[in-house]
């Protein structure tokens, strides 16, 4: 079964630049994840999707951030304009529509804001 | 108080010792729990899924406390291949997911 395909996996960019990831989730799974790690945390959930909508936003900067799953499958995750505290790993996870069961994660993008 | 709390670590433990990894979680609905390991520059993977009446793969056992909020894991006979960051992973929502991840506690294990 292949696994959460993320691209890219590495991506440096200047502050205020703007800058997308890609995230193409394990077939069938309904539940996509954009989280945030930077280093020396743990994962931090910016966005869930249910398909196609918004299930979780939260902690979604929504002034500069950005995510949308178009048809339920593939997700974008777009940052403009981008920080120097947006350095991190953005990790791209799935899972099936079970209360039970745990997420599946891709590789992640390491992204650096200088 | 955070959602989720770990041991702040790090461990550094020989070869062949035993290790024991707390966590805490405020949410008291809370109804699934797991514990991840992450590789150093790698994506978090599953390590075990918790469950009430707790469980054990091997050298390692978890166990989850619903009355205390509490959720360990330990593990014995430590193998330099454990050396890893464990994070502890808790589901808050009833009636989906909603993984809410603690913070990790980093392992060494020393030859």
């Known amino acids: 079964e292949a696994g959460v395909a993320q691209s890219p996996r590495y991506k440096i960019i200047e502050k205020r630049q703007s800058v997308a990831f890609w995230c193409n989730p394990i077939s069938g799974h309904a539940t996509l994840y954009w989280y945030q790690q930077i280093l020396g945390q743990g994962p931090k959930l910016l966005i869930q999707f249910q398909n196609n909508g918004v299930v979780d936003d939260s902690q979604l900067p929504k002034d500069r951030f950005s995510a949308e799953r178009l048809k339920g499958v593939d997700s974008t995750l777009k940052i403009q304009p981008a920080k120097l505290e947006d350095s991190a790993v953005y990790l791209c996870?799935?899972?099936?529509?079970?209360?039970?069961?745990?997420?599946?994660f891709g590789q992640g993008t390491r992204l650096t804001v200088v | 108080r955070k959602e989720v709390e770990q041991d702040p670590g790090p461990f550094n433990v020989p070869e062949g010792a035993t290790v024991a990894f707390n966590c805490t979680y405020s949410n008291s609905a809370s109804q699934s729990f797991f514990w991840y390991r992450q590789d150093c520059r790698k994506e978090p993977k599953l390590l075990m899924s918790v469950y009430s009446s707790g469980n054990e793969d091997g050298r390692f056992t978890a166990q989850l406390n619903r009355a205390s909020q509490y959720i360990s894991l330990l593990i014995r006979d430590s193998k330099l291949s454990d050396s890893a960051t464990y994070l502890c992973?808790?589901?808050?929502?009833?009636?989906?997911?909603?993984?809410?991840f603690g913070p990790g506690t980093r392992l060494s294990v020393l030859p």
């Open positions: 996870a799935s899972s099936p529509r079970t209360s039970y069961t745990e997420a599946f």
């Open positions: 992973v808790v589901n808050i929502d009833n009636y989906g997911q909603n993984f809410v």
